[in-house]
């Protein structure tokens, strides 16, 4: 059984037993010698066990609801010092509690709607209420109470009583009921301004609730202004309309405690049925413009936490400023310790208490299910920008070998062989050894240079580089751009005509629209073994695909554009 349904029937008990008391002496009863003051006192304190039970319901609501348990209690025991109960307990707990509800209340009224005393001027407000209505007027009075020596010979036995001295006794009510009042006013401005100050998002959530404490706090206010001349709580006849005043506004509170519980309760539904809608789409913008569609704010952003919190990214994986540029708020939303999603949105937006709690009460499954497809969509990219990087990391060594070779191996060989030529026409008789040994000289230099072509071409642009090819080999180029694009995509477009036109008839055309590049390569014959070259074209996020009609074979290579970076001209 949840505890609040124990705290409910606990006050429910409570209840009963404070009409028996205030039954066995009415005169000593504010209820039973006020009009219609049963209904009053019932009517209010089951208002207040209702809203907790209500209340009590929401996750982040737990604290607020048990502090209205803990008010409706405090609304029934000033009943309890009537000298016709036969409990001593039940006398002193009366005595030491009676003036307790309106510091309960300033309780739950400073930390609304968390049940979280937020700041310092608010922790001291609840701390000098309680020090106030308790320690003062409660058990600091009760303790120089003795009821059988000042004319209640039929009371029960005071428990606090640790002496008999009753003009100390009036006189620590007295202070009380002046320092109850300081509070009070003070209480009540300190609500007022935090009221005012506060978005319009949370005065919309807060306001009604928030004005119901302020009529309670101003009626008991009232109540001990009019008391500072007696040095204590009267019970007169207007003091029994202030007490009226104070239950009805008091049932007024629970009531809108309870709409805000029913909106709340609309919110997630409508919300829900969101996430239900948005359940068969695959749209990764879908959520977004649900959720800024449900909030009025059509900016809104969710940026999702990915690797180690530093990048955030949307649903479709592309970065997201953090934090947001000036005009904009950013908003976490958590469940426990994980991160599920940061908002993006307008000042004030999210400001209601409720706001983020029914948020992630309705969507949170949808937004935990977009933000691991985008962290597997960030990861995707950041494998496929790896590979990017190690394809164009082995051109870089490509292409420095081939500088190596063309700039150390074949310079040495070139000048070998012009020494050996010169020492052929300066020779007086031929000499057969060194043209034998110019030979070999100007067949490895020949073999160097094809090794130095095939590891990176110095001329790589694919006009020039492809007719360049063409020289040695029977190859036609059609078409090609006369644009210059990445070093990584020409020389990918350069090794797959390359390994084609191997000892085979070859055709090739390039052209470039729609954010692709797009090789065109047919051959007569068998396709040779293109999979290492399938392997780099697909961690460029492109694709290599080939078809065979009539002994020809048809190769079409694409490369995106994009994923190396932007054209280039000449």
């Known amino acids: 059984m949840p505890i609040r349904l124990l705290l409910f029937g606990a006050g429910v008990a409570l209840s009963l037993v404070t009409v028996v008391i205030a039954r066995a002496e009415r005169g000593f009863s504010t209820a039973l010698t006020t009009s219609h003051g049963l209904t009053a006192l019932l009517g209010a304190g089951w208002a207040l066990l209702i809203g907790a039970l209500a209340f009590g319901r929401r996750t982040s609501a737990r604290r607020t609801g048990l502090l209205l348990f803990l008010a409706a209690y405090a609304w029934f025991l000033p009943e309890w010092d009537n000298p016709g109960t036969t409990s001593s307990v039940v006398f002193s707990l009366g005595l030491a509690?009676?003036?307790?509800?309106?510091?309960?209340?300033?309780?739950?009224?400073?930390?609304?709607p968390g049940g979280r005393l937020g700041s310092w001027p608010a922790r001291a407000l609840a701390v000098a209420g309680y020090a106030i209505t308790v320690g003062v007027q409660g058990v600091g009075a009760a303790a120089y109470f003795r009821p059988q020596t000042q004319g209640c010979s039929e009371c029960p036995r005071n428990w606090w009583a640790v002496a008999d001295a009753s003009?100390?006794?009036?006189?620590?009510?007295?202070?009380?009921?002046?320092?109850?009042?300081?509070?009070?006013?003070?209480?009540?401005?300190?609500?007022?301004?935090?009221?005012?100050?506060?978005?319009p998002a949370a005065r919309r959530s807060t306001g009604l609730p928030m004005l119901c404490a302020l009529g309670y706090f101003t009626a008991v206010a009232v109540s001990y202004i009019r008391s500072l001349n007696r040095g204590f709580l009267g019970s007169d006849a207007r003091d029994g309309q202030l007490w009226q005043v104070q239950a009805g506004v008091l049932a007024l509170l629970a009531a809108s405690l309870i709409v805000e519980v029913v909106r709340a309760g609309l919110r997630q539904r409508e919300l829900t049925r969101l996430v239900i809608d948005l359940g068969g789409t695959a749209t990764p913008s879908r959520l977004r413009e649900a959720i800024a569609g449900r909030l009025g704010d059509p900016d809104l952003q969710i940026a999702y936490p990915v690797g180690a919190g530093d990048l955030h990214v949307d649903a479709a994986a592309n970065p997201v400023a953090l934090p947001p540029p000036h005009g904009r708020t950013a908003?976490?939303?958590?469940?426990?310790?994980?991160?599920?999603?940061?908002?993006?949105?307008?000042?004030?937006?999210?400001?209601?208490?409720?706001?983020?709690?029914?948020?992630?009460?309705?969507?949170?499954?949808?937004?935990?299910?977009?933000?691991?497809h985008a962290e597997s969509l960030a990861q995707l990219a950041a494998l496929r920008a790896s590979g990017a990087r190690i394809v164009t990391a082995g051109d870089e060594e490509r292409r420095r070998l081939e500088r190596d070779l063309h700039d150390g191996a074949q310079q040495r060989l070139v000048s070998l062989a012009l020494g050996l030529r010169l020492l052929r026409m300066r020779a007086a008789t031929p000499a057969r050894r060194l043209d034998l040994a110019e030979a070999e000289l100007e067949q490895a230099v020949s073999e160097l240079r094809r090794l130095a072509r095939g590891l990176h071409p110095v001329l790589l642009k694919e006009a020039v580089a492809l007719e360049a090819l063409g020289q040695t080999r029977d190859l036609r180029v059609e078409d090609v751009p006369r644009v210059r694009y990445s070093d990584v995509l020409e020389s990918t477009v350069y090794l797959v005509v390359a390994r084609m036109s191997e000892n085979r008839s070859t055709t090739v055309s390039v052209d470039s629209r729609d954010g692709q590049l797009t090789a065109y390569v047919t051959v007569k014959g068998e396709l040779p073994d293109l999979t290492d070259l399938a392997d780099r074209i697909t961690t460029l996020e492109g694709e290599l695909n080939s078809h065979t009609e009539q002994g020809e074979t048809r190769v079409t290579a694409r490369l995106p554009l994009r994923c190396t970076g932007q054209l280039r001209r000449d």
């Open 97 to 112: 509690l009676n003036a307790a509800c309106p510091a309960v209340v300033g309780h739950m009224a400073l930390a609304y």
């Open 167 to 199: 003009a100390r006794a009036q006189s620590i009510a007295s202070v009380g009921v002046q320092a109850g009042t300081a509070w009070l006013l003070a209480l009540i401005l300190f609500l007022v301004f935090r009221l005012l100050t506060s978005s």
């Open 331 to 372: 908003t976490t939303l958590r469940r426990g310790d994980s991160h599920i999603a940061t908002l993006i949105h307008r000042p004030g937006l999210l400001d209601s208490p409720g706001a983020i709690e029914d948020l992630l009460s309705g969507a949170r499954m949808a937004l935990e299910h977009e933000r691991l």
